[in-house]
């Protein structure tokens, strides 16, 4: 799995992480902290999932509440059980879950782990870049590549070879 997160919603069909209470688009997984009415419309909305940024077991017991088939990745707290997914930060390796990542050099640390998948920030990744990786336009010279080791290879020498 691959999501990106931006402030806003780009004009690319990857799943996106936006701060919002609202899920716009299908594309589009709200991030939330601890606000109860837009933790509520986050969760009544949304189709793919919500991210809920806290530390506090309380508001994810809140959530579960709410919704039980929704998947909930949970940014700040290390728990793992059904629909219930950890967005971990790259450079703290703790096993499988979702690793948010801000440029390549914090990708760098995941090559050859077991993970989930990665959250990768925009203002470190190019978008539009990240989607020819993910829809099998680029490729790598590495003859069994796992995903975090295409988003890191060299896009320009693909490019120029074109």
């Known amino acids: 799995m691959i999501f990106l997160y931006s402030e806003r919603i780009l004009d690319v069909d990857l799943v996106q992480v936006v701060p919002t209470c609202e899920a716009y688009d299908h594309r589009v997984i709200p991030l939330v902290s601890e606000d109860l009415r837009c933790l509520y419309t986050a969760i009544r909305k949304a189709s793919q999932g919500v991210v809920l940024k806290t530390r506090s077991r309380l508001w994810l ?43 390549k ?33 680029m490729e790598c010279e590495c003859e069994r590549c796992d995903i975090v080791e295409r988003l890191l290879c060299n896009a320009y020498k693909e490019i120029e070879i074109l």
């Open 61 to 103: 017991s809140l959530a579960r509440e709410i919704r039980l088939d929704l998947p909930i990745y949970i940014w700040g707290l290390s728990i793992r059980r059904r629909n219930i997914i950890p967005i971990y930060h790259a450079v703290e390796y703790r096993g499988r879950g979702i690793y948010y990542a801000r440029n």
């Open 105 to 137: 050099s914090e990708l760098e640390v995941l090559v050859g782990k077991a993970i989930d998948g990665v959250l990768l920030d925009v203002r470190g990744f190019d978008p539009l870049l990240v989607e020819q990786v993910v829809k099998g336009g």
